[in-house]
């Protein structure tokens, strides 16, 4: 069974440029998640897809950032213009639909973006 | 104050040494605590996870949770080198599925 899969790994742009991240999600899974880790902080919770519906999207920091999951597969998380605050490692993580209570994400290994 | 604390360390411990990592918790609601291992440049992957007080063992792995105290601990016995990684603990509620987690604590192991 493929992983979580996450491109680019690591994206370098200039502050105000566009970036645009995608997170292959495990086939049959239904709920799809971003998370980010900003350097000495904490991993958080960004959102929450259930197919192509967002369920939770209390955790995006601001309206430059657009997550979307077209037709309930892969999903991209666009930022835009991006700040230098941006920077981090972003998670993507999927469930099995059904999964109820303890939250049993597989991640994918994480896009870091720099922005300088 | 936040909701998990947990020590970022680091740890280091000669191998085949007993490990103990903890975390604390704030938010009485939390239902179910996680215990995830991140390598480096890999995403974190579950190592185990608990709804209730008391331990879980798999291996050389035990959680083990005390809600009367809201703290939360892994113990690794017979430490390798390749559990040498960041150990990340998280909480969680009902149906709420915002993982809330500690920083990590980083552990090396040293042969």
């Known amino acids: 069974e493929a992983g979580v899969t996450q491109f680019p790994s690591h994206s370098v742009i200039e502050k105000g440029q566009t970036v645009t991240l995608r997170c292959d999600p495990i086939?049959?899974?239904?709920?799809l998640y971003w998370y980010r880790r900003v350097m000495g902080k904490e991993i958080k919770f960004l959102l929450h897809?259930?197919?192509?519906?967002?369920?939770?999207e209390s955790g995006m920091p601001n309206n430059r950032f657009l997550a979307e999951r077209t037709g309930g597969t892969y999903s991209t998380l666009k930022v835009q213009p991006a700040e230098l605050e941006d920077s981090g490692v972003y998670f993507c993580a999927s469930s099995h639909p059904g999964t109820t209570g303890a939250n049993v994400l597989t991640f994918g290994a994480g896009s870091r973006l720099t922005v300088l | 104050q936040k909701e998990v604390e947990q020590d970022p360390g680091p740890l280091s411990v000669p191998e085949g040494a007993i490990v103990s990592l903890n975390c604390t918790y704030s938010n009485s609601a939390f239902q179910y605590f996680m215990w995830y291992r991140q390598y480096s440049r890999k995403g974190p992957e579950l190592l185990m996870y608990t709804y209730s007080s008391g331990n879980k063992e798999d291996g050389r792995f035990t959680a083990q949770v005390d809600k009367s105290s809201k703290y939360i601990s892994l113990f690794i016995r017979d430490s390798q080198p390749s559990d040498s990684a960041t150990y990340l603990c998280?909480?969680?509620?009902?149906?709420?599925?915002?993982?809330?987690w500690g920083l990590g604590t980083s552990l090396a192991v040293n042969p």
């Open positions: 897809f259930v197919k192509e519906s967002k369920q939770d």
């Open positions: 998280g909480a969680g509620a009902g149906n709420n599925r915002k993982l809330i």
């Open positions: 086939s049959g899974h239904d709920n």
